[in-house]
Each structure stands twice: as structure tokens, then as C-alpha cells.
């Protein structure tokens, strides 16, 4: 490019402090952000990509880090001299942020207009009732559906998508010159996701200001940066403009974070991952149509193992001071089947009712109306004694491990504790030898039998959440957006590990998630739900290929294809 930077970061050390000493976790990057440019960075968690961000923000902690050298300079300043009042008279003024967590970042004890006008107030000179004006303004332009409600509301009171639209137009109130996005969209849903990319790119074009976009999904960051600079442990391995960076791309781990990735083109044995690009020893190995239908036919010629019929869950609320009911329906007359041997996936967006059904079926969270039948038995109303022995047989993998696992216990202890309450093996010797077995078919080793969960990465606590989940040897397993927190390359791992789990003890899974690509990739059958009904059912590569309903359509089509 012709024109200055904006923004310029020159041979950046950052380190953080350890019991062991300091550990460098970016190795002196450089890169320029130009005006009227969108920069996307793509990488893993540890890549480096958000501390480069906190630095230029000067949000990195001052206790735990160091910046042993480089520069960064805005507007021709070097701002890593700043002083603690000239970097906030610039933050949220000059150069503003998109947090990953609007829920974190909220205020959650101040209603959301007050939040935007409060950063009005600070950086400008205008009225309180022209800031008033100013972030109904903002509401309208970000796309928030009813901006006067928003504006009295308190952020938990609105969804996840409504969070990350008050964020936005908190960060852009004061009109910056540099907006960085860090992970906005990480934890919405596809059509969601879509929307708030396609809101930025229209108030960038709009406004001229220059964004950094960072994630770890480069098919989603292709359609919106101009030029894409690729991160893998504190350095940046590739950059160029986005088309060669996806089209032809020059390092295998660029190669990998595409090809890590489920197609919806055509179905993979298996995935490849990272170790797989950077060793060469990809499979390029497909299921066939032919063989998909003669495992089908094995599968559906069989009595169903789980039968889901009319199933209701209701919930109450008080509305009125007079404390007068209000009914939700969360899971509205669903029925279905799931037959041993099969994964049934299960999508649709938040609040559809996708994990309600999945604890109603687990019987967490009964259901208010309808039967369930397990292996031709109805199982809706067990006493005690059966339901323990119902969930050897039924079992859950959670979204979020770490949440599931007791930090006071050890990981070996935590896998041998089902296999106790069960009165599976006969002494605790035999339990350990399964529990190492198991460890070493999930991936991990011997040798962690005795660490403790925050040890562990977010990818390895998925394996001990799967470790535990088929150490009592259970026969249908509901996975909760088990993957949908894991990195490309940890997703594709975590994903092989549950296909070939599946073919080696003959698991049956019920695949709960929101992104479409990944439960295109592990799904026999599909259904997908839609404000707790069921909009749609069937072969899942039918679906994908001619879908019946709208809904579906509008969900398959908003998934980042990439270029």
C-alpha cells in the first residue's frame, strides 16, 4: 500500500511472568494496519493474535507482563510510552474494542444506554440529552430492533447477538480511527454470526475507519478482511491479501486451519489435522454414497434404542406484580427415533430448545408432557433405583469440561469415580488399569492419571470430559456443543476421537450444536429445531443438498464458506 499506516507494530516482545520465569509468547511480530482497511488475524489460543490487541490497548496486566521490546506507533506515537492518562484519553476515543464476551464486558449492574452514553459523556462535550439522542442513533445504526426497550434494559435481560450490537456501538460512539475486533462472534449463532459481520463491514464502509478482526476461523475472517496475516505461537507465519492467503495458501499450518475445517462438498473418513499438514499425512479417504446407504440400511433395519414421543418441557414465569404465570413451551410435541449404532445431529440456533431436549431426554430437566421409551421400555417416570441404573446407559458429554470436572480432584480419580458409583470392576487396581487404558485411547497419557483439571488445555479437558463419559461403558451419548469452544484444529481432533470411539465400543450419539459444517460432518440423520419444534428431519446430506424449509435454507447459507 501507497499510504502510511494507521497503525504500526515493529518487532513486538511480549512475555508474561511465571513461577518458572518469563515466558515469551510473542516473538517480535510486525505488521502496519492501514486507513479504510479491514486486517484479519487468524490463529489458535496461544497464537498470540488477542495480546498483540491488549498491548495496543494497553489492557495487558502490568503486574504479570513484560514488553521487552518493540514499538507501536499510532498516528506517528509511539503509544507504549504513553502514560496511563494519555492512553485512556485515546481508548474508547481513537482506537476502541469489540471484546469476544459482551457479557463479561458489560456492566451488568447499569442498563445498556447508560453504558453508551457514560463513554459519550467522557470523551465529548455534549448534553446528557444530546448523548441521549446520540446512542439511540447508535442503536438504530448497529440494528438493535427496538432501541428505546434496549436503551432501559440491563444486559442480561437481551440476547447474546443484542449483547454484541451494544458493544459495537459502545466501541464506535466516538467515531475511532481504529476499531479492533476480537473474536466478536465466537459464541453466536451462524445466522447471527452473519449479520454482525455483515453490520461491520457496512459501518466501516460508512465510516472509514480501519478494523483489526481477529479469530481462529479463517473461512469466516475471508469474507470480511482485506488482507489476512496468519499467527502460530507468537509469530506470524504468512500474511498477504485474502485471496492467495485462502486460494494459495504457502505454509501447511494456513493449510491445515482450512483444511482442518469440515466441507460441505464432501464427506471426509476423517478430518485432517495440524500434525497431518505438517508431517504430510493426510488422508484424502471419502465415505461413499454407496457405502452410507448400506450402513443406513444396517442401521434403520433395527427397533429403535431411544423413542422420543410428544415430548414437552414448560417453564413459568412471573411477569406482572401480581405475580400472574406466563407458559414457555421450550420443547413444543417432539417425537423422533435414534437407533443404536447412529449419530443424530441436532441444530439449530440459541434458545431453540436443542439442550433442554437433551436434559429432558436425560431426565436432568424432566419433561412436562410426552413418554420416552429406551430400548422399547418406557422410561418417563423411573423411581431412584432405576434411573442410577439408566444413566450407566445414557450418558452426557458438556460443553464446557472444565465447568463439569472437580478442580479437587484429580483426573484419574474423576474417571474412577463413575466406574464406583456403577459397581463396575471389582477393586480399585482394576478401575486404574481401565482408567489409563482409557486415557491412552482418548489421546492423552499414563502419566496425567495424576495431575488436576487447570493443568490441562481446553482441548485435553474435552478428552478427560469424553474419558469419563465412556469410562461406565454407556450406549447413548448426548454430546452438548461438545466441540463448539475448541479451536479448528482441536475440533478435528476431538471429532475423529468421537467417530472412532463410536465404531470401537458401538456408541449411539445424539449431536447437539449450532454450527451446521461440523454436524454435517459427524451426522447419520439430522433435525433441526426451530422455537422448540422440529422444522425439519432427515438423511443429513439430503438436508444439506435440497433443504424443505426456509429456516433451514436461511441457516445452511449463512455458514462461512470462505472464498
Excluded: W
Excluded at 450444536?513 to 433435525?527: E, G, R
Aim: glycine content about 6%.
Amino acid at each position: 500500500m501507497n499510504q502510511s499506516p494507521v497503525l504500526s507494530i515493529q518487532n513486538l516482545r511480549v512475555a508474561f511472568k511465571s513461577n518458572t520465569g518469563l515466558n515469551e509468547v510473542l516473538h517480535g511480530i510486525s505488521y502496519d494496519l492501514f486507513p479504510n482497511e479491514i486486517l484479519g488475524i487468524v490463529g489458535e489460543s496461544g497464537s498470540g493474535k488477542s495480546v498483540a490487541s491488549l498491548a495496543i490497548m494497553g489492557l495487558l496486566p502490568p503486574k504479570n507482563s513484560v514488553i521487552s521490546t518493540g514499538e507501536i506507533t499510532f498516528k506517528n506515537e509511539d503509544i507504549l510510552q504513553y502514560s496511563q492518562t494519555q492512553l485512556e484519553a485515546i481508548r474508547g476515543q481513537k482506537i476502541a474494542m469489540i471484546f469476544q464476551e459482551p457479557m463479561s464486558a458489560l456492566n451488568p449492574s447499569m442498563p445498556c444506554g447508560t453504558q453508551v452514553q457514560e463513554i459519550l459523556l467522557q470523551h465529548t462535550s455534549i448534553t446528557q440529552k444530546e448523548a441521549k439522542n446520540e446512542v439511540m442513533r447508535l442503536f438504530n445504526d448497529v440494528k438493535i430492533p427496538t432501541p428505546n426497550e434496549t436503551f432501559k434494559k440491563y444486559p442480561h435481560e437481551i440476547s447474546g447477538g443484542q449483547q454484541q450490537r451494544v458493544m459495537i456501538a459502545m466501541a464506535i460512539a466516538c467515531k475511532p480511527d481504529v476499531l479492533i475486533a476480537d473474536e466478536p462472534t465466537t459464541a453466536l449463532d451462524v445466522t447471527v454470526q452473519k449479520d454482525i459481520i455483515a453490520l461491520l463491514k457496512t459501518l466501516q464502509k460508512e465510516s472509514k475507519m480501519s478494523v483489526i478482526f481477529i479469530s481462529h476461523d479463517l473461512a469466516l475472517v475471508s469474507e470480511i478482511a482485506d488482507r489476512i496475516l496468519v499467527m502460530y505461537k507468537g509469530e506470524i507465519v504468512e500474511s498477504g491479501d485474502t485471496k492467495s492467503i485462502f486460494k494459495t495458501p504457502k505454509e501447511d499450518y494456513t493449510k491445515a486451519l482450512i483444511g482442518a475445517r469440515p466441507t460441505l462438498k464432501s464427506r471426509l473418513k476423517q478430518l485432517p489435522t495440524i500434525s497431518n499438514f505438517l508431517s504430510n499425512t493426510i488422508s484424502k479417504q471419502v465415505i461413499s454414497k454407496a457405502a452410507r446407504t448400506e450402513k443406513h440400511k444396517e442401521i434403520y433395519s433395527q427397533a429403535p434404542l431411544l423413542e422420543v414421543i410428544n415430548l414437552e418441557k414448560t417453564y413459568f414465569s412471573k411477569s406482572s406484580f401480581f405475580g400472574t404465570k406466563i407458559a414457555f413451551k421450550a420443547v413444543d410435541n417432539v417425537s423422533f427415533k435414534v437407533f443404536s449404532g447412529e449419530t443424530m445431529g441436532l441444530v439449530g440456533e440459541s434458545g431453540c430448545g436443542k439442550s433442554t431436549l437433551g436434559k429432558a431426554i436425560l431426565q436432568i430437566d424432566k419433561a412436562t408432557a410426552g413418554t420416552l421409551k429406551y430400548k422399547g421400555n418406557d422410561i418417563t417416570n423411573l423411581n431412584k433405583k432405576e434411573m442410577r441404573s439408566l444413566r450407566k446407559e445414557i450418558q452426557i458429554i458438556f460443553q464446557d469440561p472444565y465447568a463439569s470436572l472437580n478442580p479437587r480432584l484429580t483426573l484419574g480419580k474423576a474417571i474412577m469415580e463413575p466406574m464406583k458409583v456403577h459397581k463396575l470392576f471389582k477393586s480399585d487396581a482394576e478401575r486404574k488399569a481401565k482408567t489409563i487404558e482409557i486415557l491412552e485411547k482418548v489421546g492423552l497419557e499414563a502419566s496425567h492419571f495424576d495431575r488436576y483439571p487447570h493443568e490441562f488445555s481446553g482441548g485435553q479437558r474435552q478428552r478427560i470430559g469424553i474419558a469419563r463419559t465412556i469410562a461406565v461403558e454407556p450406549k447413548l451419548i448426548i454430546c452438548d456443543e461438545s466441540v463448539s469452544a475448541l479451536d479448528i484444529s482441536v475440533q478435528a481432533q476431538v471429532l475423529n476421537l468421537l467417530n472412532v470411539l463410536k465404531e470401537d465400543y458401538g456408541f449411539t450419539y445424539i449431536f447437539i450444536s449450532h454450527d451446521l459444517a461440523v454436524v454435517k460432518f459427524m451426522s447419520d440423520q439430522l433435525m433441526v429445531m426451530n422455537h422448540g419444534k422440529i422444522e425439519e428431519i432427515g438423511e443429513a446430506d439430503a438436508i444439506y443438498k435440497s433443504p424443505q424449509k426456509q429456516y433451514t435454507k436461511t441457516l445452511i447459507e449463512a455458514i462461512p464458506k470462505g472464498l
